[in-house]
């Protein structure tokens, strides 16, 4: 499995939140607490946007995220105000570029903890439904870029929360064929670099750790005396795969089968089926 992080807010060092937090991404790659491993060294990926710029950079790799240089000259120098970062535990799949997150299309960034319970049982027919047009796409080998192509197949640039439901439907009735019990374990981030969408959802209802942070301005008040929180903007949200500290009320488990979005007209969270 993996961990990831999203953030969404005032600009901000990518350093500040990937290597300085107690238990950061950086650190999680190391010592995960809640992961099905401790250690998620298979690669990883950062993808950001910036104001006059029509898509997101991306830039992953196959090295462990605790040991590249690269990718700490990057995240002292990049300021953004959304940003995604990902460490992969592979679940079967190689260990290459190809299959590091987060995925990009356009605008769209995508990124996802868990599997496609029997994946390679079912990959052909769910190749089978993804757009031809986007198909030429697919560069990796990846249940979590099959399911992206898939929520793209569904509308994910019209409707996400839909997009996302049908391709989960479309995984479980495909694997309900091939005598898979439960095929869907996910957690995943998606934006079109305005929006960010996460859902949680297993078919065995027992699903990877999310959580999403509280609002700042409530954190300042309660611990007036953490430096950490000053550098910290009032409109900050985090989405993690599991907390970057031990800070009291900072942290707030998303509830499992939901999905929420953060967004600048106010943020919301429903709860979420396949389709």
Request: glycine share 8%; net charge negative; proline share 7%.
């Amino acid at each position: 499995m993996c961990r990831w992080l999203a953030y969404s807010g005032t600009p901000i060092l990518l350093e500040n939140l990937l290597y300085r937090p107690v238990h950061s991404l950086i650190d999680q790659s190391l010592h995960a607490r809640m992961g099905v491993e401790t250690t998620n060294g298979d690669g990883f990926g950062i993808g950001w946007y910036m104001p006059d710029k029509d898509s997101p950079a991306v830039v992953r790799d196959i090295g462990p995220a605790w040991s590249d240089r690269n990718l700490r000259e990057i995240a002292g120098h990049v300021v953004s105000p959304l940003f995604f970062a990902h460490i992969r535990a592979s679940t079967g799949t190689a260990v290459q570029q190809t299959n590091c997150h987060p995925f990009r299309y356009g605008r769209w960034m995508w990124m996802h903890n868990g599997a496609i319970d029997g994946f390679p049982l079912l990959r052909r027919d769910l190749a089978l439904a993804v757009r031809p047009d986007l198909f030429p796409y697919l560069e990796g080998s990846t249940d979590s870029e099959m399911m992206f192509y898939l929520a793209l197949t569904f509308g994910l640039e019209d409707d996400p929360r839909g997009a996302v439901a049908r391709m989960a439907g479309l995984v479980e009735r495909t694997g309900h064929e091939h005598g898979v019990e439960h095929p869907v374990q996910m957690t995943v981030a998606v934006t079109d670099g305005v929006r960010l969408w996460s859902f949680r959802y297993s078919t065995q209802r027992t699903s990877r750790s999310l959580f999403y942070s509280t609002r700042v301005e409530t954190l300042k008040s309660l611990h007036p005396d953490v430096a950490f929180l000053r550098d910290i903007a009032d409109d900050a949200r985090l989405i993690v795969s599991e907390p970057l500290g031990d800070l009291p009320g900072a942290w707030n488990e998303v509830p499992e089968s939901s999905y929420g979005v953060v967004q600048p007209e106010g943020d919301e969270m429903h709860t979420f089926a396949p389709e």
